[in-house]
């Protein structure tokens, strides 16, 4: 089971683990280039989406995953799974994706503009000061000579994230802060999220969604029906699409994977998954 982080710009930590039974699965956290353990640290040179295709690929062949992998991609994560499954659909098992986030230009406008009906308040203090294009302006805040400059863009960008995270979802999550990194952390997060931003997610528009009935493994989509960060629809869009795909709405659930009713449904079905696997290799034999 390869666990693919958000983002794009985030990072694994043990509680990802937490979705898969151990006693079956051999779970692998990769931090993307620039990313978490990765060095080096917020580093975009030589760093888009198929390079990050050719590095999951490169982790499989390489540490002996065997022919065929399962993947668990979250948000961003689950961009980079879609990508990997229209480059290497041999390689995969099964997916799991959750918070699905196709890369187009609508949902990133979507979130940088669209959620300003929702979270007044926290899109006002984002935008203050800024220009049209909100992306292009942190993109050139966040890469400033000025360490200051850019340390505040940073901040201000990540607050947004993390506030927005939490419309719709349950009160126990609404009321609870989400850690931000500190420092060259939190630059560097941002700076990689911006990087793939700015460039569209190195993706055509639509190019995920009108590849998506070429992939033909079963994939399981577990949405929050309140998701605002990634909206329902777009998780509705791909399941049409898919050939063997399920999707599974969480009406009290927003964006946060680690939240109870989320981490709970992303749980159960990986426990799914882990007994489907286990009945194909006792009907092989």
Known sequence: ????????????????????????????????????????????????????VEDIDAIRTSQGLGDRICLFGGSWGSTLSLAYATR????????????????????????????????PGAWQEFADGTVDDLVEYYYREVNSPDRAIASRAARRWASYEARTMRIGASDTVQNRDIPLPAGDRLLARVRVQLHYLKNRCFLDDNQLLE?????????????????????????????KLLPRGTLRLVNDAGHDGMSGKLAAALTEEANRLRDRLRNRHESAI
């Open 211 to 239: 590849s998506a009935t070429d992939i033909t493994m079963p994939v399981t989509i577990v949405q929050g029906g309140l998701d605002f960060i990634c909206p329902p629809i777009t998780a509705f869009r791909l399941g």
């Open 1 to 52: 089971m390869l666990f693919l982080h958000g983002g794009p710009g985030s990072s694994c930590n043990a509680d990802h683990r937490r979705y898969f039974d151990p006693g079956f699965f051999d779970i692998v956290l990769f931090d993307q280039r620039g990313c978490g353990r990765s060095t080096p640290l917020g580093e975009v040179a030589d760093n888009d989406t198929w390079q990050l």
């Open 88 to 119: 290497y659909p041999q390689a995969i098992e099964e997916m799991i994706l959750r918070g699905v986030f196709l890369g187009t230009g609508e949902e990133v406008r979507w979130f940088t503009d669209g959620l300003a009906r929702f979270a």
